[in-house]
C-alpha cells in the first residue's frame, strides 16, 4: 500500500487495496504469475467477472461495499440500481463537486490519486519502478515541444467517481485505440510490469483553447473490461468525456513544455512518491504566464 495526501482534509492515509491478498499472490507468487499470465491478464477474465456484477443478484454487494470504502451514498444520483455494475458508474449529484471555471486554471479530469512527472529532454518519463517514453504510453512519436513538459498520472481506486471529465474548451483532431492486457494499475504491478504502455488504452489528441495541443488517455485495467468514450469532437470544460466500468483504472495526461505550473504541493509530494487524492474539477495548476 502506499502513502497518499488528502488535500482537502489535509491528512495522509494509506491506500487500501482492493483485493488486496489475491494481488499479492499473483503479482509476488511464481505460481502466482503464471496464474495471471496464463488466465487473469487477458480480456476474458475482466469480461467474465463483468458479466457477474451486472446480475441482478450483484446488487447485493452493495452495502458491505460502501461500508468498507467510505463512499457518500449522498453525493450520487438516487436512484434503483440494477446491478453493482450499474451502481459502479453511478452519477453526481448537481453541485456535488466544485469545478473551477478559471479559464487559467488547469483541472483535474477525475477523482483519483496524483502524481506529476516531468518528460525528459529525450521523451522518457520515469513513473514508479519502470522508464517509459512518452511515445509508448501515446503509441505514437511526440513533437518535441512535450520534452520538457509534464506527464499527470491519475489513478482511480474503486471507491473513486468513475467518470471523468475535459480540462479544457477544446476540439478532438485525433482519436484511437491500442489493444493490450489488464493488468492492474495499484503500485504493486510496477514492480515487474509497463502497465502504462502494455494495458488496452484510448488516445486522444486534442486542441484546446488555453493549453494548447495535448493528451488525454484513459487505461484500462484489472476487472475493467471496457473503456467507454462519447462520441463528441468538440467539447467544454467540465463536460464528461467517459467512463470506466467495474475496477481501478488510469488516466494519463500529456502537457508541453511551459505550458502549466502545477502546484506545488502536488509537485512536492510527487517528488516524494506521494500520490495526492483529487476530485473531478479541482485546481490542480495553472497556465503559465
Known amino acids: 500500500m502506499g502513502k497518499i495526501y488528502d488535500r482537502k482534509n489535509k491528512v495522509f492515509y494509506e491506500d487500501k487495496q482492493y483485493g488486496g491478498k489475491a494481488l499479492k499472490f499473483l503479482y509476488g507468487n511464481v505460481l502466482g504469475r503464471f496464474i495471471l499470465k496464463t488466465f487473469i491478464v487477458g480480456k476474458w477474465y475482466s469480461r467474465f467477472n463483468a458479466k457477474r456484477n451486472s446480475t441482478k443478484k450483484s446488487v447485493e454487494k452493495i452495502p458491505s461495499f460502501v461500508k468498507e470504502y467510505g463512499i457518500v451514498l449522498s453525493d450520487f444520483e438516487e436512484r434503483e440500481f440494477s446491478s453493482f455494475s450499474d451502481f459502479f458508474i453511478r452519477k453526481l449529484k448537481d453541485g456535488k463537486r466544485d469545478f473551477s471555471l478559471n479559464k487559467n486554471d488547469f483541472i483535474a479530469v477525475a477523482d483519483s490519486k496524483m502524481l506529476c512527472y516531468e518528460i525528459t529532454d529525450d521523451g522518457k518519463i520515469p513513473i514508479k519502478n519502470s522508464v517509459y517514453t512518452a511515445s509508448e504510453i501515446v503509441g505514437e512519436n511526440l513533437t518535441e515541444d512535450f520534452y520538457g513538459g ?108 511551459d505550458v502549466i505550473k502545477i502546484d506545488e504541493d502536488i509537485l512536492n509530494n510527487s517528488n516524494n512518491g506521494i500520490e495526492t487524492k483529487v476530485l473531478i474539477g479541482e485546481r490542480i495548476g495553472e497556465k503559465n504566464a
Open 150 to 257: 509534464y506527464c499527470i498520472v491519475l489513478r482511480l481506486t474503486v471507491d473513486d467517481y468513475h467518470r471523468y471529465c475535459f480540462f479544457d474548451n477544446g476540439k478532438i483532431i485525433r482519436r484511437r485505440y491500442i489493444d493490450g492486457k489488464l493488468h492492474t494499475v495499484s503500485p504493486i504491478s510496477a514492480k515487474r510490469y509497463k502497465v502504462f504502455s502494455e494495458n488496452c488504452r484510448e488516445v486522444s489528441y486534442i486542441e484546446t483553447e488555453n493549453f494548447g495541443a495535448c493528451y488525454q488517455v484513459e487505461i484500462g485495467a484489472l476487472l475493467v473490461g471496457k473503456i467507454v468514450n462519447h462520441p463528441v469532437e468538440n467539447f467544454r470544460k467540465g463536460e464528461e468525456k467517459g467512463y470506466f466500468e467495474m475496477g481501478g483504472s488510469t488516466i494519463v495526461l500529456m502537457i508541453k513544455k
